[in-house]
């Protein structure tokens, strides 16, 4: 089925997933949505991300998608359940997939997880342990600075360095062999976390088990793309493109050109009947 793929995320992180999307999917077309304009979800409250969260999907459902992806760990925690309800497609979340490998991966059940303050206080990647493996030992810590060392490009150095060093000082401790990467900013920075662990940790990447993830679905729903055709995948934002451009060439590893800016304002008020009958 030639449908695209969604996918969305409050900005850029969730360009790791398209990363590894591209890699598993080559003949997928992807269409993103990065909510830029409203960036940080990992802030707000529970009842806004779940509002962002309808409004991101509704936007890249006009495109007629067949599968969506919540590349964002935050709205995945708090607004999957209410997507699920309003929309028939398969949705795919990143903690699921990201929970269920830290399970198969670890040898002495001591599960680490970094992410924004929202990701760990909704509990949703220690929830999810806790029904595939309930003698896991689950130490879980807020990172609110890493994200902005992302964006600005400090991926290594002194500031960062320091920053991670004070987040896993505490799960070092705790013999954790287990590191959930619990924000999709975070796999830019595992050079770094496997410098201060000595290698100790198995790191894992929700982009690339997401992506595993999507994979599965697709070959099971009978949704997978078999023409050899090349789409052009294309790439949204809520706000300001030059800056997403080059950072996200950083994420994906290659240049992203194709960038769009939409007035959501404008969408949203197009759209606002239609939303405003969807009750969260």
Not at 105 to 125: E, H, L, V, W
Not at 253 to 271: A, P, Q, S, W, Y
Request: hydrophobic residues 40%.
């Amino acid at each position: 089925m030639n449908k695209p793929i969604g996918i969305f995320d409050s900005g850029l992180g969730g360009l790791t997933v398209v990363k590894e999307l591209k890699k598993q999917l080559p003949n997928e077309q992807l269409i993103y949505f990065g909510d830029t304009a409203r960036i940080p979800y990992g802030t707000k409250s529970k009842e806004l991300i779940q509002q962002f969260a309808m409004e991101d999907a509704r936007f890249l459902m006009q495109f007629n998608i067949k599968l969506l992806i919540v590349a964002c760990n935050t709205a995945s925690s708090l607004a999957i359940d209410t997507l699920r309800e309003h929309f028939s497609l398969p949705i795919v979340g990143v903690v699921r997939p990201g929970a269920h490998a830290a399970t198969v991966q670890t040898k002495n059940n001591k599960i680490g997880i970094i992410g924004t303050p929202s990701t760990i206080n909704s509990d949703a990647y220690a929830d999810e342990i806790k029904l595939r493996m309930d003698t896991a030992d689950v130490y879980s810590q807020a990172c609110p600075l890493l994200v902005p060392l992302v964006e600005e490009g400090w991926l290594d150095g002194d500031i960062t360095r320091l920053t991670l060093e004070e987040y896993l000082n505490t799960l070092i401790k705790r013999d954790v062999d287990t590191l959930i990467l619990g924000c999709t900013h975070y796999p830019l920075l595992k050079k770094s976390i496997e410098k201060i662990t000595q290698g100790r940790m198995n790191l894992i990447d929700s982009g690339l088990e997401t992506a595993k993830t999507v994979k599965e679905i697709l070959i099971k729903e009978n949704l997978l793309n078999l023409d050899n055709q090349e789409f052009k995948d294309q790439y949204f934002v809520s706000d300001n493109p030059l800056k997403f451009q080059k950072i996200g060439s950083m994420f994906l590893g290659e240049e992203l050109t194709n960038v769009k800016r939409i007035d959501f304002e404008k969408f949203l008020m197009e759209n606002k009947k239609l939303l405003k009958n969807i009750q969260i």
